[in-house]
């Protein structure tokens, strides 16, 4: 099992966990026909897999956006997935809600290597600021640009502009990119967001 789910690009300590998880869940199980095991296998997994994936406390955006507020900071999500899944068009979504809530969001044009990563977060600000009168600004420094820095300042503006909440876009990367892993530690780790949002479809 542990093979079958690292060919297919899971990491190698969720992998283990999973295994011990599902392992721990069939340990003493009698089972008395070959297709009662695939069943009762599949629900093992699924339940570790549910297990996994629970946060350890109640997500609640807007609780914690407040808390920030009250702490004089920005709360800070990062966007990461592989190309194509919609980080953009996800980040676009959820500063909608953010204004809907009454948020003023700053987002962060991490994603500096995709060619027309920029202009089509600058489009995205244009149609958010149209439906909620300028409560979006858009930080960017064009292509070729160091992530984690581009967020620190982003961060930074926030910070003196009073804004709420900054959404920080990135490079779609796939989780075997070792140079654009390593960009996504040190964005990460230098920043220190509240949230790390992994978008997949």
């Not at 060619?115 to 089509?120: C, N």
């Not at 979006?136 to 640009?145: A, C, D, I, M, N």
């Not at 070792?178 to 230098?190: C, D, G, V, Y």
Request: hydrophobic letters at 40%; charged letters at 25%.
């Amino acid at each position: 099992m542990k093979e079958t789910l690292t060919s297919k690009n899971v990491a190698s300590e969720p992998a283990e966990k999973i295994c011990e998880s599902v392992g721990a869940k069939l340990e003493g199980k009698v089972i008395s026909s070959f297709s009662r095991i695939a069943t009762i296998v599949t629900e093992a997994m699924r339940e570790s897999l549910v297990q996994l994936l629970t946060p350890k406390r109640r997500v609640d955006i807007l609780r914690d956006i407040k808390q920030a507020k009250s702490e004089k900071r920005p709360y800070v999500v990062v966007f990461c997935g592989v190309n194509g899944v919609g980080k953009s068009t996800n980040l676009a979504k959820i500063t909608f809600w953010l204004n809907e809530n009454n948020n003023r969001v700053l987002i962060a044009a991490g994603d500096t290597f995709r060619a027309g990563a920029v202009e089509q977060l600058r489009t995205h600000t244009r149609h958010l600021n149209a439906l909620h009168s300028n409560s979006v600004q858009l930080y960017e420094q064009g292509y070729g640009k160091d992530p984690a820095s581009l967020a620190a300042a982003a961060i930074e503006i926030a910070r003196e502009r009073e804004i709420d909440v900054v959404l920080v876009d990135t490079a779609g990367r796939m989780q075997d990119n070792e140079p654009l892993m390593r960009a996504l530690s040190k964005l990460i780790r230098t920043n220190n967001p509240d949230l790390v949002l992994f978008v997949a479809c």
